[in-house]
Nanobody, 122 residues
Framework: QVQLVESGGGLVQAGGSLRLSCAAS????????MGWFRQAPGKEREFVAT????????YYAGSVKGRFTISRDNAKNTGYLQMNSLKPEDTAVYYC???????????????WGQGTQVTVSS
């Protein structure tokens, strides 16, 4: 098992930027692919981005492609989600997750963080 803790959320105006971090502990972080998901009030959890173990391959949801960048630093056991050009519709609780492969489906991830709130004001 790997334990995950997100940080970096907050309140930002539309057009602004935030960088989320996901600190891992427990089993070796570099063994896991990582994903970011988000959940807005009254909505299902949705896929945002995923990255493979080495960081050489990434995949994004269409709604964030070109605005968000997923990355990782295995030496620091930390993953990141750089969010630029934020929109009010990006408002949600953001979760990082770890799995054996870079899935886009939340049910394929067994390890989750507690989430961090991102609020984008118009």
């Amino acid at each position: 098992q790997v334990q995950l803790v997100e940080s970096g959320g907050g309140l930002v105006q539309a057009g602004g930027s935030l960088r989320l971090s996901c600190a891992a502990s427990g089993r070796t972080f570099s063994y896991y692919s990582m994903g970011w998901f988000r959940q807005a009030p009254g909505k299902e959890r949705e896929f945002v981005a995923t990255i493979n173990t080495s960081g050489s391959s990434t995949y994004y949801a269409g709604s964030v492609k070109g605005r968000f960048t997923i990355s990782r630093d295995n030496a620091k056991n930390t993953g990141y989600l750089q969010m630029n050009s934020l929109k009010p519709e990006d408002t949600a609780v953001y979760y990082c997750a770890a799995s054996g492969a870079a899935w886009t489906t939340a049910t394929m991830y067994r390890n989750w963080g507690q989430g961090t709130q991102v609020t984008v004001s118009s």
